[in-house]
């Protein structure tokens, strides 16, 4: 299988210090300020709407600290090629406090800078754009320096495996993989009903008429040999007095995959519930299974039931496990290969998992969905290992039926 070239933007690494402020008494790098600073990072002259905020710390060292990924951009060879001769991203400073209405609604403009950027160069190797300080303002008053930024801007090859099915993952598609215009059939997938799952989970007694289950997607290599499968283990059933499946009692599926000997290990474990209240939004919270360790949580966010969106594992964008503090990611090494590179963060020795690990799109209600799935080279060893980001990406989508409003009918394919 050959891979996409795909570029990766980094920025982080963001302080503001100012030289006019008096040291603080206190011990320690990072100022309390009552009135914080934020920012907010655009790409322009690139085919993308995204709009990172990111909180940006006082300091009063010379050095920002903790070193940190604020932004990361991805692009695919077309987008790169569809780019603007000088792509570049803005940042805008701002000092003051969020509102619920607009996020910078009492906030003041402190400053803006712009980092011009060659794509082209980064599809290659590494390339360091930006690293240091830089003033905010031109300050015309040498007795009242002005505010300074520190950020780091930086970009990497970051070869990705791309899927894509043919079909909606209830009907029992074909997955291609995609390379450009290319389109290649690598797997087959089977939707069906099981009565009995391969391992069973613990969990609350429900007693409700109403219950989605037994649902099961198994996928299969082009000789028919099944390399991966996502199972149904716990229901999703409506919270009681509702009609939606709750946070406290979520569905879950077992994502599971061929051991060798004829037997199937748990891989990872995927629960999805409803958001409370009016929301239209489904959370998701995904954990892996490593051989000798607890289960890790690689991702957890919420997806547009209505819209839809994008189910991601990023570990350098700070998806970091349940009550672990982020790690430390050195942005300013551009020596090594591979997204994330330099990181202290202890996932990445224990587990291997670092950087971009995969991406599947989920479509909204009433859209005909067929996940694309992006997979991270360094993370596909063997087809087994494609094989379950796919199977994780069916579950993912199925999820978002699953957590329909139980007042909603679901199609055929999905009722037994």
């Known amino acids: 299988m050959d891979p996409c070239p795909f570029v990766r933007i980094l920025v982080g690494n963001l302080a503001v210090k100012s030289p006019a402020t008096s040291k603080p008494s206190f011990s320690g790098k990072v100022h309390p300020s009552t009135t914080p600073f934020f920012c907010e990072i655009?790409?322009?002259?690139?085919?993308?709407?995204?709009?990172?905020?990111?909180?940006?710390?006082?300091?009063?060292?010379?050095?920002?600290?903790?070193h940190s990924l604020a932004a990361s951009f991805d692009f695919s060879k077309p987008q790169i090629r569809k780019a603007s001769n000088k792509p570049l991203i803005k940042i805008?400073?701002?000092?003051?406090?969020?509102?619920?209405?607009?996020?910078?609604?009492?906030?003041?403009?402190?400053?803006?800078?712009?980092?011009?950027?060659?794509?082209?160069?980064?599809?290659?190797?590494?390339c360091m754009f930006h690293n240091g300080w830089v003033s905010l303002a031109k300050n015309r008053n040498k007795n009242s320096p002005a505010q300074s930024l520190h950020l780091t801007v930086r970009a990497e090859p970051d070869p990705r495996f791309v899927f894509r099915f043919d079909g909606e993952p209830e009907c029992s598609p074909q997955v291609f993989q995609v390379r450009g215009d290319?389109?290649?059939?690598?797997?087959?997938?089977?939707?069906?009903?099981?009565?009995?799952?391969?391992?069973?989970?613990?969990?609350?007694?429900?007693?409700?008429?109403?219950?989605?289950?037994?649902?099961?997607?198994?996928?299969?290599?082009?000789?028919?040999?099944?390399?991966?499968?996502?199972?149904?283990?716990?229901?999703f059933v409506p919270s009681p007095g509702s009609q939606r499946v709750s946070r406290s009692n979520p569905g879950a599926w077992l994502i599971i995959r061929p051991d060798g000997d004829g037997t199937w290990k748990p891989w990872g474990r995927l629960e999805a519930w409803r958001e409370p209240s009016s929301s239209n939004a489904v959370g998701y919270r995904f954990e892996v299974f490593p051989a000798i360790a607890d289960p890790v949580t690689l991702a957890g966010s919420t997806i547009s039931s209505q819209h839809g969106g994008k189910f991601t594992i990023d570990v350098t964008s700070g998806v970091t496990p349940a009550n672990t503090p982020h790690g430390s990611w050195d942005l300013g090494s551009v020596s090594r290969s591979g997204s994330g590179s330099g990181s202290d963060f202890g996932l990445e020795q224990q587990f291997l998992y670092k950087g971009f690990v995969m991406s599947a799109t989920v479509d909204g209600e009433r859209k005909c969905s067929k996940p694309e799935v992006e997979v991270g080279v360094q993370h596909v060893t063997c087809t087994e290992d494609a094989a379950a980001f796919v199977a994780l990406a069916a579950a993912m989508d199925l999820s978002m039926d699953a957590c329909k409003l139980f007042s909603q009918k679901l199609r055929k394919e999905l009722r037994q």
């Not at 655009?42 to 600290?65: F, M, Q």
């Not at 069906?192 to 198994?218: C, M, Y």
Request: with cysteine.
């Open 92 to 126: 805008a400073v701002y000092k003051g406090r969020k509102t619920s209405s607009c996020v910078f609604g009492s906030a003041k403009l402190v400053g803006k800078i712009t980092v011009p950027l060659d794509l082209a160069l980064a599809e290659s190797r590494p």
């Open 182 to 235: 290319v389109k290649q059939p690598v797997f087959t997938c089977k939707f069906s009903f099981r009565d009995k799952n391969p391992v069973q989970f613990s969990s609350s007694s429900v007693n409700h008429l109403a219950e989605r289950k037994g649902w099961s997607i198994t996928v299969h290599d082009l000789s028919g040999s099944p390399v991966a499968a996502a199972s149904m283990v716990t229901p």
């Open 42 to 66: 655009k790409l322009k002259g690139v085919d993308s709407g995204r709009c990172n905020v990111a909180t940006v710390p006082l300091i009063t060292d010379t050095d920002p600290n903790p």
